[in-house]
C-alpha cells in the first residue's frame, strides 16, 4: 500500500493510511503518486481524471472529489468492508466542497447536493448508473421550496432521487415507478410529465417511498450521509457485477483495476429558462468536419437528453438562444481539444445563466472521422504527421475497403446491443440461428443472412460462409467465432452478453426487445454494434483526401515497400492506384485455368507424346505473352515478379471421383444403346475418360502439397517453364520496344535445395538471353526463388549464390514449419488451439515470430552474406497483415506484397513499424 500524507481529507493525524479521496482541486499530487497520466487514469478512473484536470485548466467543473479505484480494490478484498481512514476523507471532502460552494450537505437553510458516480480507468457496460440529487431529505427539501420558490422543481428533483437511488443502488425495478407517474397522469388527465404540478411531484414521492420500502424492506435513508455512503458501497460493488465480469472477460480487460466514484456538486439545469443541459462533440463524429455538434434542452437534467424523453435542439440552435454561453461552451472545447490534443465528448450543464462541465473525454468516432481529424488536427498545428499517422490504426483503414452502415440511419437508430467489434465492416440480412438454416436460406432461396448463435463451433462453418455476418452472445477476441469471420473476412460481432438466445422458441432478446428467426437485423463490426432492422449500406471511398493525405505521410516514415500481388492487368492497375511500387506475385497458373486454355493445358498433361506436348506448350505461348504484356504496360517503371508454374498437376485435370462416376454412368448407357454410331460415339467417350482416369491415378500423391509442383515440375518438364520465360521475355521485349521501362523478375518457386536452383535456373536464363538476343534489346531482369522450405531458408547462403533476389512464401513456409496443412487450418484443431491458449494466434493468419520468423531472419542473414545487396521480401498472406508487416520490417525485408486491397493498410502498417521502434 502507499504510505502518503494527505492534505485536505483531515486524516493527516494517521500517516500510515493510504490516500482514498482526491479532490478535483488535488490531481498534481494524483500525478506524484501515480506516476504518469495513464497511472492518474487508473488511479481516479477516466472521468474523475478529466474532471480533476479540467478543474486544474481553469474549466468551470462543480467541486467534487474522487474515490479512487485503490479504495474500491481494498473494499473487495477486505469483504466489502471500506479501508481505515477512508470515510473519514471522504467527510474532510465533503467540507472542502462545502467550503468551495458555501453549501452544507444536509443543511435545509443551504443545502448541498452531489451526484455519486461510477468511472473505471474504461468506460464499460455494466458498471453502475449515476445517482444524482443525493442529499436530499424531508428537511432539506423544505428547506430548497423556501430558497428556489420552486416546489415543482424540488419535489420532482426528490423522486427522481429515490427512484434513482432505489433502482440504482438497491436494484429496485424501473416499472412500479413509472407506473405510479403514468397513474398521476391519468388522474390529472395530463399527457405529459411537464403538466403535473408541485403537489403532483410531492404525491408521486410519497408513493416512491412506498415502492422503496416493499421492495427493500427498509425506509428510503433519508440521511445524507447515509445515502452517500450506501452509493459509494454500490459502485464498488458493481465492479463485481455479472455484467461487468462478463464485459471484462469478453474484452480482455483486467479484473483488478477497480473503479472509482466521482461524487460531484449538483448544478441544475431545470431550474427555469436560463437553465439548461445538453451533450457535445468538439468534431463531427461520422465525418470528423471541424464543428461543434451536439443537443440540448432547456429546463431539463442531463438524463434527459440522454434518455431520449424530449425532443432535443442541435447545439447550434444554442448560439441564438444563449450567445454568451454559446461562445463561452465553443471556447472551452477548444481549450480542451488543444488541451488533449484530441476530439471531446463533452456533457454540460448551465444553472442559472452560469456554464458549468461535467464530463469530458476522447470522443469515439468512426475511422472515416478518425482519419479526417488527425489530419486536420496536423494542420492546425495540434500534432505532428507522426502523430497522426500513429493514431490511425491499420484497421480503420479497412473501413474504406468494405461496405458500411449508413450514418444517417446509424443515428436515426439506437442499437440493440453491444458487444466486440472482432471482423470489421456491415453486415444486413435475416437472423438464422443454426449453421443448416443459414446455408438453406443463402444458398437456395438467396437471402442474405445473419447467422446468430451463442457460440460456434467447428460444424458451424458451412453456415457462417453463407452468412452476410455472424453474431454470438458468448465468446471473446479469440473465439471461434471471430477467429473464423476475420478469416473469412465476414464481418462479426461476438460477446454481446446482454443477448438472450431462445433456440428453442427461434428468438432473441435484450430486456424486452425481441427478435425472432427470419427477421432482418443489421450489423456493424467495426463498432461492434447491432441494429434491429434492414439498414442502408455504402462503400466509403478508399480515394478520400484525407487518407490518402495520412498514406503519403505514412510513406514518408515507412522503411519497408509495399507491393502487391496481382495476377491480372486488371488487378496490377488498382494495386498500382492504391500506392503499389511493384508486383511481388503475379501466379502464372490462374492464367491457365481460363475456360478456354484448360483443354490446351489438358492436352500438354495427358499426352505421352512429346511432340504433342510441345504442341500443346506452343499454343501456350501467345497466350501468356499477352497476359504478361498487359501486366507489364500496368506497371510501367516498377519490378515485376513472375512466378512459374506452382500447383500439383492434377489440379488442372478433372477430380477422381468426377470421372469414375462419368465413367459408370458410360458403361450403364452403353448397355441401353442401339444405334451403331452413339454407341461407337460412348465407347470413344469411355476410352477418353479411361485416359483421364488413368493420366489421374499416375498423378495420385498422398501428400500433393508436398509432391511435384513448384520447380519440382519445371525440372520434369523442362518445356513447360522454358515456354513461361520465353513468354514473358518476349512480352518485355515488346513493350519495352514501345516505349514501356520494364523490369521482369523471374521466380522459381518451391526449391529446397541448390542444385534444384542451379539446373533450373541457368537453363531459363539461358531462354531469356536467346530471346533478347532475337529481339535484339537487352532487359533490366532478375532471377531469384521463393523461400517456403525451411531447408532453403537454412541454406539461404547457398541459394544466394544463384538467387538475385528472395521472397517468402510464408504460407508454404508455416505449413512446412508447423507441418501443419494449412487447407484444412481453419475448420480443424488449429482454432481449438487457439481457444486453449496452446497456440496464440493462427499463425496462418499473423507469422509465428519465435518459429517461422526466426527462420526468415536466419535466411535474411544468410542470404546478404552471400549477396549484400539481396532483395527480400515476402508475398505470402501475412504481406497484407500489420503484425506480420513489422516482423517483416524488423528482419529488414525490402518489401511485403500484398493483394491489392491491403496495399494502403501496409503502407500505414509500415509506417507503424517504424514508428514503434522509436
Ligand atoms: P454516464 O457515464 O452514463 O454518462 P454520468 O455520470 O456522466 O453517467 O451522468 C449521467 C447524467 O447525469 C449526465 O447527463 C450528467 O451530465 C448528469 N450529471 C452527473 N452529475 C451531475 C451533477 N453533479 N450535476 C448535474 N448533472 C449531473
Ligand atoms: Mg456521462
Ligand atoms: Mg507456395
Same mark, same amino acid.
Given at each position: 500500500?502507499?504510505?502518503?500524507?494527505?492534505?485536505?481529507?483531515?486524516?493527516?493525524?494517521?500517516?500510515?493510511?493510504?490516500?482514498?479521496?482526491?479532490?478535483?482541486?488535488?490531481?498534481?499530487?494524483?500525478?506524484?503518486?501515480?506516476?504518469?497520466?495513464?497511472?492518474?487514469?487508473?488511479?481516479?478512473?477516466?472521468?474523475?481524471?478529466?474532471?480533476?484536470?479540467?478543474?486544474?485548466?481553469?474549466?468551470?467543473?462543480?467541486?467534487?472529489?474522487?474515490?479512487?479505484?485503490?479504495?474500491?480494490?481494498?473494499?473487495?478484498?477486505?469483504?466489502?468492508?471500506?479501508?481505515?481512514?477512508?470515510?473519514?476523507?471522504? $467527510?474532510?471532502?465533503?467540507? =472542502? &466542497?462545502?467550503?468551495?460552494?458555501?453549501?452544507?450537505?444536509?443543511?435545509?437553510?443551504?443545502?448541498?447536493?452531489?451526484?455519486?458516480?461510477?468511472?473505471?480507468?474504461?468506460?464499460?457496460?455494466?458498471?453502475?448508473?449515476?445517482?444524482?440529487? &443525493?442529499?436530499?431529505?424531508?428537511?432539506?427539501?423544505?428547506?430548497?421550496?423556501?430558497?428556489?420558490?420552486?416546489?415543482?422543481?424540488?419535489?420532482?428533483?426528490?423522486?427522481?432521487?429515490?427512484?434513482?437511488?432505489?433502482?440504482?443502488?438497491?436494484?429496485?425495478?424501473?416499472?412500479?415507478?413509472?407506473?405510479?407517474?403514468?397513474?398521476?397522469?391519468?388522474?390529472?388527465?395530463?399527457?405529459?410529465?411537464?403538466?403535473?404540478?408541485?403537489?403532483?411531484?410531492?404525491?408521486?414521492?410519497?408513493?416512491?417511498?412506498?415502492?422503496?420500502?416493499?421492495?427493500?424492506?427498509?425506509?428510503?435513508?433519508?440521511?445524507?450521509f447515509e445515502q452517500l455512503k450506501m +452509493?459509494?458501497?454500490? /459502485?464498488?460493488?458493481?465492479?463485481?457485477?455479472?455484467? +461487468?465480469?462478463?464485459?471484462?472477460? =469478453?474484452?480482455?480487460?483486467?479484473?483488478?483495476?477497480?473503479?472509482?466514484?466521482?461524487?460531484?456538486?449538483?448544478?441544475?439545469?431545470n431550474m427555469g429558462d436560463d437553465s439548461?443541459?445538453?451533450?457535445?462533440?468538439?468534431?463531427?463524429?461520422?465525418?470528423?468536419?471541424?464543428?461543434?455538434?451536439?443537443?440540448?434542452?432547456?429546463?431539463?437534467?442531463?438524463?434527459? /437528453?440522454?434518455?431520449?424523453?424530449?425532443?432535443?435542439?442541435?447545439?447550434?440552435?444554442?448560439?441564438?438562444? !444563449?450567445?454568451?454561453?454559446? %461562445?463561452?461552451?465553443?471556447?472551452?472545447? %477548444?481549450?480542451?481539444?488543444?488541451?488533449?490534443?484530441?476530439?471531446?465528448?463533452?456533457?454540460?450543464?448551465?444553472? %442559472? @445563466?452560469?456554464?458549468?462541465?461535467?464530463?469530458?473525454?476522447?470522443?469515439?468516432?468512426?475511422?472515416?472521422?478518425?482519419?479526417?481529424? =488527425?489530419?486536420?488536427?496536423?494542420?492546425?498545428?495540434?500534432?505532428?504527421?507522426?502523430?497522426?499517422?500513429?493514431?490511425?490504426?491499420?484497421?480503420?483503414?479497412?473501413?474504406?475497403?468494405?461496405?458500411?452502415?449508413?450514418?444517417?440511419?446509424?443515428?436515426?437508430?439506437?442499437?440493440?446491443?453491444?458487444?466486440?467489434?472482432?471482423?470489421?465492416?456491415?453486415?444486413?440480412?435475416?437472423?438464422?440461428?443454426?449453421?443448416?438454416?443459414?446455408?438453406?436460406?443463402?444458398?437456395?432461396?438467396?437471402?442474405? /443472412?445473419? !447467422?446468430?448463435?451463442?457460440?460456434?463451433?467447428?460444424?458451424?462453418?458451412?453456415?457462417?460462409?453463407?452468412?452476410?455476418?455472424?453474431?454470438?452472445?458468448?465468446?471473446?477476441?479469440?473465439?471461434?467465432?471471430?477467429?473464423?469471420?476475420?478469416?473469412?473476412?465476414?464481418?462479426?460481432?461476438?460477446?454481446?452478453?446482454?443477448?438472450?438466445?431462445?433456440?428453442?422458441?427461434?428468438?432473441?432478446?435484450?430486456?424486452?426487445?425481441?427478435?425472432?428467426?427470419?427477421?432482418? #437485423?443489421?450489423?456493424?463490426?467495426?463498432?461492434?454494434?447491432?441494429?434491429?432492422?434492414?439498414?442502408?449500406?455504402?462503400?466509403?471511398?478508399?480515394?478520400?483526401?484525407?487518407?490518402?493525405?495520412?498514406?503519403?505521410?505514412?510513406?514518408?516514415?515507412?522503411?519497408?515497400?509495399?507491393?502487391?500481388?496481382?495476377?491480372?492487368?486488371?488487378?496490377?492497375?488498382?494495386?498500382?492506384?492504391?500506392?503499389?511500387?511493384?508486383?511481388? $506475385?503475379?501466379?502464372?497458373?490462374? !492464367?491457365?485455368?481460363?475456360?478456354?486454355?484448360?483443354?490446351?493445358?489438358?492436352?500438354?498433361?495427358?499426352?505421352?507424346?512429346?511432340?504433342?506436348?510441345?504442341?500443346?506448350?506452343?499454343?501456350?505461348?501467345?497466350?501468356?505473352?499477352?497476359?504478361?504484356?498487359?501486366?507489364?504496360?500496368?506497371?510501367?517503371?516498377?519490378?515485376?515478379?513472375?512466378?512459374?508454374?506452382?500447383?500439383?498437376?492434377?489440379?488442372?485435370?478433372?477430380?477422381?471421383?468426377?470421372?469414375?462416376?462419368?465413367?459408370?454412368?458410360?458403361?450403364?448407357?452403353?448397355?441401353?444403346?442401339?444405334?451403331? +454410331?452413339?454407341?461407337?460415339?460412348?465407347?470413344?467417350?469411355?476410352?477418353?475418360?479411361?485416359?483421364?482416369?488413368?493420366?489421374?491415378?499416375?498423378?495420385?500423391?498422398?501428400?500433393?502439397?508436398? @509432391?511435384?509442383?513448384?520447380?519440382?515440375?519445371?525440372?520434369?518438364?523442362?518445356?513447360?517453364?522454358?515456354?513461361q520465360v520465353r513468354a514473358i521475355f518476349?512480352?518485355?521485349?515488346?513493350?519495352?520496344?514501345?516505349?514501356?521501362?520494364?523490369?521482369?523478375?523471374?521466380? #522459381?518457386?518451391?526449391?529446397?535445395?541448390?542444385?534444384?536452383?542451379?539446373?533450373?535456373?541457368?537453363?531459363?536464363?539461358?531462354?531469356?538471353?536467346?530471346?533478347?538476343?532475337?529481339?535484339?534489346?537487352?532487359?533490366?531482369?532478375?532471377?531469384?526463388?521463393? &523461400?517456403?522450405?525451411?531447408?532453403?531458408?537454412?541454406?539461404?547462403?547457398?541459394?544466394?549464390?544463384?538467387?538475385?533476389?528472395?521472397?517468402?512464401?510464408?504460407?508454404?513456409?508455416?505449413?512446412?514449419?508447423?507441418?501443419?496443412?494449412?487447407?484444412?487450418?481453419?475448420?480443424?484443431?488449429?482454432?481449438?488451439? &487457439?481457444?486453449? @491458449?496452446?497456440?496464440?494466434?493462427?499463425?496462418?493468419?499473423?507469422?509465428?515470430?519465435?518459429?517461422?520468423?526466426?527462420?526468415?531472419?536466419?535466411?535474411?542473414?544468410?542470404?546478404?552474406?552471400?549477396?549484400?545487396?539481396?532483395?527480400?521480401?515476402?508475398?505470402?498472406?501475412? @504481406?497484407?497483415?500489420?503484425?506480420?508487416?513489422?516482423?517483416?520490417?524488423?528482419?529488414?525485408?525490402?518489401?511485403?506484397?500484398?493483394?491489392?486491397?491491403?496495399?494502403?493498410?501496409?503502407?500505414?502498417?509500415?509506417?507503424?513499424?517504424?514508428?514503434?521502434?522509436?
Open positions: 500500500m502507499n504510505v502518503q500524507v494527505t492534505t485536505g481529507s483531515g486524516n493527516g493525524s494517521e500517516p500510515d493510511t493510504a490516500k482514498y479521496v482526491y479532490l478535483f482541486t488535488e490531481v498534481e499530487e494524483a500525478e506524484r503518486h501515480a506516476g504518469n497520466w495513464d497511472g492518474v487514469r487508473g488511479l481516479l478512473g477516466g472521468k474523475g481524471a478529466n474532471l480533476a484536470e479540467m478543474t486544474r485548466v481553469g474549466v468551470p467543473v462543480p467541486p467534487g472529489f474522487i474515490v479512487t479505484t485503490e479504495a474500491c480494490n481494498a473494499y473487495l478484498e477486505a469483504g466489502e468492508q471500506f479501508p481505515p481512514g477512508m470515510w473519514e476523507e471522504v $467527510l474532510a471532502a465533503v467540507k =472542502a &466542497i462545502e467550503e468551495a460552494t458555501g453549501k452544507e450537505f444536509g443543511n435545509p437553510d443551504n443545502p448541498l447536493l452531489v451526484s455519486a458516480r461510477s468511472g473505471g480507468k474504461f468506460s464499460m457496460p455494466g458498471m453502475m448508473d449515476t445517482v444524482l440529487n &443525493i442529499g436530499l431529505s424531508d428537511e432539506v427539501v423544505e428547506g430548497l421550496i423556501g430558497l428556489t420558490e420552486d416546489p415543482r422543481f424540488v419535489y420532482d428533483s426528490y423522486r427522481r432521487l429515490v427512484q434513482m437511488f432505489g433502482s440504482v443502488v438497491l436494484g429496485v425495478p424501473d416499472e412500479p415507478f413509472e407506473e405510479v407517474i403514468t397513474r398521476q397522469r391519468e388522474k390529472r388527465d395530463v399527457k405529459s410529465d411537464a403538466e403535473l404540478t408541485a403537489e403532483d411531484w410531492r404525491e408521486i414521492t410519497d408513493k416512491f417511498r412506498v415502492i422503496f420500502r416493499k421492495n427493500t424492506g427498509m425506509e428510503f435513508p433519508t440521511d445524507p +452509493a459509494t458501497e454500490a /459502485v464498488f460493488k458493481s465492479w463485481n457485477g455479472k455484467r +461487468a465480469v462478463d464485459y471484462r472477460n =469478453a474484452a480482455g480487460i483486467a479484473h483488478d483495476l477497480g473503479t472509482a466514484v466521482n461524487i460531484v456538486t449538483m448544478v441544475f439545469g439548461a443541459t445538453g451533450v457535445a462533440m468538439s468534431r463531427n463524429a461520422s465525418t470528423g468536419e471541424p464543428e461543434l455538434e451536439g443537443d440540448y434542452l432547456i429546463n431539463a437534467q442531463g438524463e434527459d /437528453v440522454v434518455a431520449g424523453i424530449r425532443a432535443t435542439k442541435p447545439l447550434s440552435n444554442l448560439k441564438t438562444v !444563449m450567445p454568451e454561453l454559446y %461562445n463561452e461552451f465553443e471556447e472551452i472545447a %477548444n481549450r480542451l481539444e488543444a488541451h488533449y490534443r484530441n476530439m471531446q465528448d463533452l456533457e454540460f450543464t448551465i444553472e %442559472n @445563466g452560469k456554464l458549468w462541465l461535467l464530463q469530458t473525454r476522447d470522443g469515439k468516432r468512426t475511422a472515416q472521422a478518425e482519419v479526417r481529424i =488527425a489530419v486536420d488536427m496536423v494542420e492546425e498545428g495540434l500534432i505532428t504527421k507522426e502523430e497522426a499517422v500513429r493514431r490511425v490504426q491499420p484497421a480503420q483503414v479497412d473501413f474504406f475497403l468494405h461496405p458500411q452502415l449508413d450514418e444517417e440511419a446509424k443515428k436515426a437508430t439506437e442499437p440493440f446491443a453491444e458487444g466486440l467489434n472482432v471482423s470489421p465492416g456491415a453486415a444486413v440480412g435475416v437472423v438464422a440461428f443454426d449453421a443448416d438454416t443459414a446455408e438453406r436460406w443463402a444458398k437456395e432461396d438467396g437471402k442474405k /443472412v445473419i !447467422m446468430v448463435r451463442p457460440e460456434t463451433k467447428p460444424d458451424d462453418v458451412h453456415g457462417m460462409l453463407a452468412a452476410q455476418g455472424i453474431l454470438t452472445s458468448r465468446g471473446g477476441r479469440t473465439s471461434h467465432a471471430a477467429l473464423v469471420a476475420r478469416q473469412f473476412g465476414t464481418p462479426a460481432v461476438v460477446g454481446v452478453s446482454e443477448l438472450d438466445i431462445d433456440l428453442i422458441n427461434r428468438e432473441m432478446s435484450v430486456g424486452d426487445l425481441v427478435v425472432k428467426e427470419g427477421d432482418w #437485423i443489421s450489423l456493424d463490426g467495426t463498432l461492434g454494434l447491432v441494429y434491429v432492422g434492414e439498414m442502408p449500406t455504402f462503400v466509403p471511398d478508399i480515394n478520400n483526401p484525407y487518407l490518402l493525405k495520412l498514406l503519403s505521410w505514412a510513406d514518408e516514415i515507412r522503411k519497408l515497400g509495399v507491393w502487391a500481388n496481382a495476377d491480372y492487368p486488371r488487378d496490377a492497375r488498382r494495386a498500382r492506384e492504391y500506392g503499389a511500387e511493384g508486383i511481388g $506475385l503475379c501466379r502464372t497458373e490462374h !492464367m491457365f485455368f481460363e475456360t478456354e486454355r484448360m483443354p490446351i493445358v489438358q492436352q500438354m498433361i495427358m499426352t505421352k507424346s512429346e511432340r504433342e506436348r510441345n504442341e500443346a506448350i506452343d499454343k501456350l505461348l501467345p497466350l501468356q505473352r499477352g497476359d504478361f504484356e498487359g501486366l507489364f504496360e500496368a506497371m510501367d517503371g516498377l519490378p515485376v515478379i513472375v512466378r512459374l508454374i506452382d500447383p500439383p498437376l492434377h489440379e488442372f485435370l478433372p477430380a477422381h471421383d468426377e470421372l469414375v462416376q462419368e465413367l459408370a454412368d458410360l458403361k450403364i448407357r452403353l448397355q441401353h444403346l442401339d444405334s451403331m +454410331a452413339a454407341i461407337e460415339q460412348t465407347l470413344d467417350d469411355i476410352q477418353v475418360k479411361q485416359r483421364y482416369l488413368e493420366r489421374v491415378e499416375a498423378l495420385h500423391e498422398q501428400n500433393p502439397m508436398l @509432391g511435384t509442383r513448384g520447380v519440382r515440375l519445371g525440372i520434369l518438364i523442362p518445356e513447360l517453364t522454358k515456354m518476349e512480352a518485355a521485349c515488346r513493350v519495352a520496344k514501345a516505349g514501356i521501362d520494364v523490369h521482369p523478375e523471374v521466380m #522459381i518457386p518451391l526449391t529446397s535445395h541448390v542444385n534444384e536452383l542451379k539446373t533450373q535456373q541457368l537453363a531459363l536464363e539461358s531462354v531469356a538471353k536467346e530471346v533478347m538476343d532475337e529481339q535484339g534489346i537487352e532487359i533490366d531482369y532478375k532471377f531469384g526463388t521463393m &523461400i517456403e522450405i525451411p531447408r532453403a531458408a537454412l541454406t539461404a547462403d547457398e541459394m544466394a549464390e544463384f538467387a538475385q533476389f528472395f521472397s517468402f512464401g510464408t504460407n508454404d513456409l508455416t505449413q512446412t514449419v508447423f507441418g501443419i496443412s494449412r487447407d484444412d487450418a481453419e475448420a480443424g484443431f488449429l482454432v481449438d488451439y &487457439i481457444q486453449k @491458449g496452446i497456440l496464440p494466434e493462427n499463425p496462418f493468419a499473423s507469422i509465428d515470430p519465435n518459429g517461422v520468423g526466426k527462420l526468415m531472419d536466419i535466411a535474411v542473414r544468410a542470404g546478404r552474406e552471400t549477396r549484400p545487396d539481396m532483395e527480400i521480401g515476402i508475398c505470402g498472406e501475412h @504481406g497484407g497483415d500489420p503484425k506480420s508487416i513489422e516482423l517483416c520490417h524488423k528482419i529488414g525485408l525490402n518489401y511485403v506484397s500484398c493483394s491489392p486491397f491491403r496495399v494502403p493498410i501496409a503502407r500505414l502498417a509500415a509506417a507503424h513499424a517504424v514508428l514503434n521502434e522509436k
